[in-house]
């Protein structure tokens, strides 16, 4: 399968522990995109990579939230002293160019309890 | 900044049955508009996009929609659904740099 893949499909933890997320996006895609969604919601932009460079950062994504790219390959998605309001599905993306479709992954389902 | 509104929270159609689920979009710039389709426990499918030219857009398993620029509305439409078609279902508009911005989703309840 060449599609995108995120890792862990779903993470439980406690508040006030550190969780990463990983996403392989399909091998010549050059943009990479991770969104986040809330029951009853659309997914919401949190921030996006062209190769190796993070070129926009959404207000939504703390201080407590990093996002790396390094390489321009997979890309983890870290979140820092998890609060409860932070419980979501992380979903992943990825574009050949900016007009172009976004393929996106399963997602990750953060429940922090 | 742009906004995308889907008018319909909930959509319940029989079978064979046509379909339009409404989605209203506003910026002040040129956008790119499309529908994704979220089946249970799965990632996000493209049905179909519009970038430039002809403004009635036809995608996957049968679906179209047509842009409105002066309604600032990108329609999705079926002549016939079927009970697989039952999911929800997201638009989105971006402009060049190409985050996505999504609506709140329509779930579409096919019944037999």
């Known amino acids: 399968d060449t599609g995108v893949s995120q890792d862990p499909r779903h993470k439980i933890t406690k508040r006030g522990q550190n969780v990463t997320f990983r996403c392989d996006p399909i091998?010549?895609?050059?943009?990479l995109y991770w969104y986040r969604q809330t029951l009853g919601q659309g997914p919401e932009f949190l921030t996006y990579?062209?190769?190796?460079?993070?070129?926009?950062k959404s207000r939504l994504l703390s201080d407590r939230f990093s996002a790396e790219r390094p390489k321009g390959s997979f890309s983890t998605l870290e979140i820092q002293r998890t609060e409860q309001g932070d419980s979501a599905m992380y979903l992943c993306?990825?574009?050949?160019?900016?007009?172009?479709?976004?393929?996106f992954g399963p997602g990750t389902r953060l429940t922090v309890l | 900044a742009q906004s995308v509104t889907q008018l319909d929270s909930q959509v319940p159609v029989f079978e064979e049955a046509p379909v339009e689920l409404r989605c209203n979009y506003s910026s002040s710039v040129s956008v790119y508009l499309f529908w994704y389709v979220q089946y249970p426990n799965q990632g996000l499918q493209l049905l179909l996009k519009y970038l430039s030219g002809s403004t009635l857009v036809k995608g996957i398993n049968g679906f179209e929609a047509e842009f409105n620029k002066s309604q600032t509305s990108f329609h999705l439409r079926k002549p016939s659904v079927h009970i697989s078609d039952t999911a929800e279902y997201f638009c989105?508009?971006?402009?060049?740099?190409?985050?996505?911005?999504f609506g709140k989703g329509t779930k579409l309840s096919v019944k037999p």
């Open positions: 990579f062209q190769n190796e460079a993070q070129l926009e």
């Open positions: 993306a990825s574009s050949l160019d900016t007009r172009g479709e976004q393929f």
């Open positions: 091998s010549e895609h050059n943009r």
């Open positions: 989105a508009v971006t402009r060049s740099q190409g985050n996505l911005i």
